[in-house]
Structures are given as C-alpha cells and as structure tokens.
C-alpha cells in the first residue's frame, strides 16, 4: 500500500472497502489540488476532468468567482444560522430560483439531492393524502430510508428492507405501464429526465409530457429530479426544457448548485401545494432542517447561478457536448464493443459490450455479457486514468462510460478525451489483447495484495 497518510487514515477511519476497491483496480492515486479542469495528485500529475464529481462540479473546481463570493461572504459576518429571523439570502435565493421557474416559486431548501428528495415526497403525502409512489426501474434519488422505497436498484435497497409500502417499480419510458401503475393512485410519480447512474439512459421523445398528462388525470404529482441533469449540464438550464409544454409539479436541484463547494439543495414548487402542506404556524417547519437554507449555502448557490450565466455555460455544453458526441461517433460508431454513444449536452455515456456484428457477439454471448458488464467501463477508466483523464462507468451500469465534464470545458480538452478513448480502444479491437490486458493488471493487483498503490 502507497504511503500518503490519507489512504490508511481514510482505510482506518472512512472506509475501508472503498480503499480496497481502489486498490483491486489499479487506481492507486491521491488527489489534493483541483482548479477549473485541471486536477492534481500527491505525486505532480495532471488531470483533466471528465467526471465533475458525477455531476456536482459544473462550474469547474473552486472557480475563482465563487472563491471570492464565498470568501467575502465570511468576512461579511452575517448570521449563518440563527432561526428567529427570515434569512435573507435563503428568500434572495427563491426569488432568484422563481425567475428561473415561475411557475414554481416556493423553494424547500435541503442539503443535499436526496433531502430534497425526501422533502417532495413528504409535500406529495401531505398534498395528496395518498400513501404510495411510482418511481422508474434504474432510477437515483438518494440513500436515506424515504429515498431507498423509489430507488430502482436492488443492491441498494436489499439490506434496508422494508421500506415504505405502496411503492411500484415502472420501466423508464413505458408510458403503458406508468398508465398502469397510476391506477393505484400513488401520491407521486418519481422521475428523471435522463438517467445518469443507470447508464444515461434517454427517454422517448414526449415521454415527460405525456407523463405529466397521465398524473393529472389521476391527480398524483410529477416530481422530476433534476439533481444531475439541472443547472445547465443538458446545455438548457434544465433538462425538462427540452420538451417544450412539460412542467412538473416538483422540481428537485441539488449536487451543482453549491458550487461543489458548499451542499446546498432544493425541491422547488408551486405555491398551492407548499400553502397546503406548510401552510399555517403548526406545519410550517415540518420540512425543515438546522441548516437548510443557511446564509453560506445561499450566498454560494447565488454566485453559482450568477457564474452560470455570465459565462453561459449551459450555451458551452450544448456545443462542446454536441461536437464530443459527433466526434465519439466518427471515432467509435464502428468499433465491435461500442454499442452506443448516446447522451445530452455534457452527460454523455459509451456503451461497451457485444455488437451485433461484431465478433464479441459471436461469442458465448451471456458469458461476454457479464465480463463486459463487470469490468469493461472500469478498465477503461483506469487506462483513461494513466493517460491523464478522469472518468467513470455509470454507477449502476459499469458497461456504460461516462463523460460528464464541468461545463467550463474547452474544445481543446473535449477533443483531447475523445481521442484518448478512441486511441485506447482502438488499441484493442480484437477479443484476445483486451481479455488478456484485463487479466494482466488484475493479475498484477493480485500479486501486490490489491495495494492501493
Ligand atoms: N438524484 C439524482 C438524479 C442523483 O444523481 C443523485 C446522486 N447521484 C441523487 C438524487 C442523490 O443526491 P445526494 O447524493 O446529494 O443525496
């Protein structure tokens, strides 16, 4: 095992599986510098960055604006937390989220997505008297007990069970199914635009719309989790503005909007349902939290949406995603393990495994399946590591690579990363070199004990 402090202290103190993980795959680095793209380890190297902390980090690492926002938001000595007065920058904020979203103008601010997450669900029971949810297969909402009932994960759930009854599973996009489920007249129907843990996974077009039509009917609320999709990443401000008419009734931000800096998150809606559920002096802090809505998370949320668009970074991911996902498929729409390369504005994902045509298909294709599903992504992002560019698979879909960079990323580097993964995978373009690399290293972990280093 390496010998920086931080590993054995994270190992002793943190978590020691996760060490050890890293240490089965190669990964072997501490990271401790971090500006705009550029990322730094303990030994000098250099990084570009094309995992922005799965979506967190859209303005960059410690943008020099929100440094200096923040910085001066210290030095200005106001009350972080106080209770017994309205704070200011938390009603600033609303009102600065509300021009966003007008139809939208009540902000329940949390600390991080999956509070959020748990605060719409709580508005959607209180609003509607109704106990039960639908959420999608392969949907992310976060990991407290609320969240887990509409996580569409198993391995996530399975040790925490039971979780809340009433809760239904639906396939994403499967409208005849949502009708379906509906029936039962859950509360809410949890949703994202695009699913990025589970792969970025698209919808059909008119699916949102459509979606919202069926939950009117039946009077259950739309809440849509814009946690990874918001704030620019699709190259529009919010993902459901790519279909025009679409409105949810909850709309849930989180991970960017401190800035990667400070956690702050929120479930933003309509003015009816916060009267309904938080409405008079017995109900109005039912979804509330020490430090939810503090002046730091504020001043920090308002300087990010300020740095967003001064610098038009929802405009720069949809032309730097648009060009990286023509290019990826100039590059890659061939290559016998690239399925698809699929994605909107600066959430883009590879799919890797067998291809009709090609010769992995032609193989025991259940057995290739499985190793292209348990190691494929990973390897990649260890070979993309040693050449310099950080990235990951989809957190639930390890056959999916991510690229997800801040939105502050140049032609220059999206160019650079592209032809990193193109020139590793053509290196490998028949079976037998790519199952004998991953051997190799795995081997060679092993023989090092899976050291981190
Ligand atoms: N929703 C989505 C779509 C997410 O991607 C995530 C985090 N990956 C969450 C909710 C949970 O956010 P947090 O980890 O801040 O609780």
């Not at 199914?177 to 970025?200: M, S, T």
């Not at 698809?340 to 590879?350: A, C, D, F, P």
């Not at 053509?426 to 023989?447: H, N």
Request: glycine share 12%; hydrophobic share 45%.
């Amino acid at each position: 095992m390496s010998e920086h402090p931080a590993i054995r202290l994270y190992a002793e103190h943190v978590n020691p599986a996760f060490v050890r993980l890293l240490g089965t795959l190669g990964y072997g680095r501490v990271f401790t510098k971090a500006r705009g793209m550029i990322v730094r380890d303990a030994d000098g190297r250099e990084y570009l960055d094309f995992l922005a902390g799965f979506g967190a980090i859209n303005l960059g690492h410690n943008h020099e604006k929100l440094v200096d926002a923040l910085s001066r938001a210290l030095r200005d000595e106001v009350p972080n937390v106080l209770h017994v007065g309205p704070q200011a920058y938390a009603g600033e904020l609303g009102a600065r989220l509300a021009a966003l979203v007008p139809e939208l103008p009540m902000a329940l601010f949390a600390n991080s997505g999956g509070e959020a997450i748990e605060a719409a669900m709580k508005l959607a029971r209180g609003a509607t008297g109704r106990p039960g949810y639908v959420y999608c297969d392969g949907g992310y909402h976060g990991t407290g007990l609320g969240n887990l009932s509409v996580m569409g994960h198993a391995r996530f759930r399975a040790p925490f069970e039971p979780l809340l009854s009433g809760c239904v599973a639906v396939p994403f996009g499967d409208l005849d199914a949502l009708e379906r489920a509906l029936r039962e007249r859950p509360a809410a129907f949890i949703v994202e635009p695009i699913q990025a843990e589970a792969g970025v996974r698209i919808p059909p077009d008119g699916y949102l719309l459509e979606a919202a039509r069926l939950c009117r009917e039946r009077g259950t609320l739309l809440v849509l989790d814009e946690v990874q999709t918001g704030l620019g990443r699709t190259g529009k401000m919010f993902a459901f503005q790519h279909e025009p008419g679409f409105l949810p009734d909850v709309l849930v931000l989180g991970k960017s909007l401190g800035g990667s800096i400070v956690p702050i998150s929120v479930a933003l809606t309509t003015r009816e349902l916060h009267e309904k559920v938080l409405g008079t002096m017995q109900s109005f802090d039912l979804c509330g939290s020490t430090f939810s809505g503090n002046a730091f998370a504020c001043r920090a949320a308002l300087a990010t949406l300020d740095i967003l668009e001064e610098e038009r970074l929802s405009e720069n991911a949809a032309m730097v995603g648009a060009r990286m996902r023509r290019q990826l498929d100039r590059a890659l729409g061939d290559h016998p393990f690239v399925r698809s390369v699929r994605g909107r504005g600066l959430l883009l994902g590879v799919e890797l495994g067998p291809t009709q045509g090609g010769f992995l298909g032609k193989l025991k294709k259940k057995a290739v399946e499985k190793v292209s599903e348990a190691v494929f992504g990973q390897w990649l992002a260890v070979r993309l590591l040693e050449e310099g560019i950080l990235a990951q698979p989809a957190s639930q879909a390890w056959n999916v690579l991510r690229l997800e960079p801040p939105l502050v990323v140049d032609e220059e580097q999206a160019d650079r990363c592209v032809d990193t993964v193109a020139r590793i995978l053509r290196e490998y373009d028949d079976l037998t070199s790519l199952v004998s690399d991953v051997g190799k290293r795995l081997g060679r972990q092993a023989l090092t004990g899976w050291g981190f280093g």
